[in-house]
């Protein structure tokens, strides 16, 4: 089964501080996505990448940084932290044309 | 700019009843995907169903289906004999490109509480 992983799931960060949020996917996807959830709202696109070495900004991607290692990896960087990133954020993977996105468990970063 | 609207923030049933769940979108795309997932209270997202601009057939899968009205901008998710386990935050989102189906511009979601 598709498999897409997070860490940490659960992370409090100060202010200005850097942070990095980790995602690992089995799937061999070329697509990998980071979003964000308000309490409230849906989803919102951050950062995408359509394979190692690519990262291209989504539609909310100011104070996020992105980063593809890997075809497994990709990860969301926060240079420095605010409280207005406060929030849950998933990780998904997906290929061209598939029928179904595979979304992470979410981690819960909050900034103090 | 593509935009989804849940006007329905919350919902409810009885055990056994069919529930119907609206969303409309805004895109000038001519092939574009809507997707509907379901959130569970763990914050997990699940995959319901999906349908495709171009399919005039309304998509069908277990008890859930969707019904399209293309020319309004509409979807409905449609769950049939509702059950309890089916209570949690229910997404409709819009995929533009048929290229980067993981592009997906979200609605706020409608909480829906099924009763025993």
């Known amino acids: 089964e598709a498999a897409v992983t997070q860490s940490p799931r659960n992370k409090v960060a100060v202010t200005g501080g850097k942070v990095t949020l980790s995602c690992n996917q089995t799937?061999?996807?070329?697509?990998m996505y980071w979003y964000r959830q308000d309490t409230g709202h849906g989803l919102r696109l951050i950062h995408y990448?359509?394979?190692?070495?690519?990262?291209e900004k989504g539609d909310i991607p100011d104070g996020y940084k992105a980063s593809r290692p890997s075809q497994e990896n990709f990860s969301l960087i926060l240079e420095l932290a605010t409280p207005s990133q406060t929030s849950v954020y998933f990780c998904a993977s997906g290929d061209a044309g598939d029928k179904e996105v595979f979304f992470g468990k979410g981690t819960r970063l909050t900034v103090v | 700019a593509q935009r989804v609207t849940q006007v329905q923030p919350t919902g409810s049933s009885q055990w056994g009843e069919e529930v119907t769940l609206d969303c409309s979108y805004e895109?000038?795309?001519?092939?574009?995907?809507i997707f509907w997932y379901r959130q569970l209270f763990s914050g997990e997202m699940v995959f319901l169903i999906y349908q495709p601009s171009f399919d005039t057939q309304n998509q069908r899968s277990g008890r859930y289906s969707v019904v399209f009205q293309k020319s309004f901008k509409s979807i409905s998710l449609v769950i049939s004999a509702s059950q309890p386990e089916d209570s949690g935050t229910y997404f409709c989102a819009l995929s533009e490109l048929i290229t980067n189906t993981g592009k997906l511009t979200f609605g706020d979601g409608t909480v829906l509480t099924v009763k025993p």
């Open positions: 895109t000038s795309e001519y092939f574009y995907r």
């Open positions: 990448s359509y394979g190692a070495g690519s990262t």
């Open positions: 799937n061999n996807h070329n697509n």
